[in-house]
């Protein structure tokens, strides 16, 4: 599985890019909150997925992990294949996604092109769950700093610390603070655990 790529950005259009690393060209489907997220230097480095089918072999990049594992997610629904995955990616970002299906909220994730009543039901049924659990969000308020809170689980993790332990600590600390850095969420997890 290849599970990124860093190289020369050689070519980029709205819904794909081409990375040049050492030589071989990669083609790479992205979303359009992928696409804003680029930076303006040559250089790049993207998050990828590789789907692979009896008659073909897709590379879909991402700016962030985060935004790989809620398309990862998103082709795990049945009936949500990854060319909606992406469109949903692209009409909303990562975090309204998570928003979207932790608050019930039909409405948004129907407002995207190719998902009816039915499937933004079934990627609730299918996902609430998953995103309260893996992202630590409660059905009243949503972080919008989970990225920074996931970023000190792992650190922490890494560092021989439990998660369960060190996923409470850290969203104490989160609810107290919700602009807090990944450091300073790590430096007071420290103190605590």
């Known amino acids: 599985m290849i599970t990124h790529i860093q ?3 050689v070519e980029k259009n709205p819904t794909n890019i081409v990375i040049d690393c050492n030589g071989v060209g ?3 489907n992205i979303s359009l909150h992928t696409f804003s997220q680029l930076p303006t230097e040559e250089q790049v480095k993207l998050f990828t997925h590789l789907q692979v089918r009896e008659d073909s072999h897709t590379l879909y990049g991402f700016s962030s992990i985060v935004e790989r594992e809620i398309f990862r997610l998103l082709i795990s629904v049945s009936g949500v294949g990854a060319s909606i995955a992406r ?3 692209s009409s909303l970002s990562p975090e309204q996604v998570m928003e979207a299906i932790a608050q019930n909220d039909l ?4 407002s995207v092109k190719g998902i009816g009543s039915k499937t933004a039901q079934r990627v609730v049924l299918d ?3 998953k995103i309260l659990k893996v992202y630590g969000l409660d059905d009243v308020s949503i972080v919008s700093s989970n990225t920074n809170k996931n970023e000190a689980l792992s650190a922490l993790e890494t560092l021989g610390f439990a998660r369960k332990q060190a996923e409470k600590v850290c969203s104490t600390i989160v609810k107290q603070d919700p ?3 990944v450091e300073t969420i790590i430096k007071l997890a420290l ?3």
């Open 107 to 110: 409405v948004t994730i129907q």
């Open 87 to 89: 469109t949903m990616l």
């Open 26 to 28: 990669y083609y790479i």
């Open 179 to 181: 602009e807090a850095s």
């Open 7 to 9: 190289g020369r950005l």
């Open 127 to 129: 996902l609430k769950d």
């Open 191 to 193: 103190k605590k655990l």
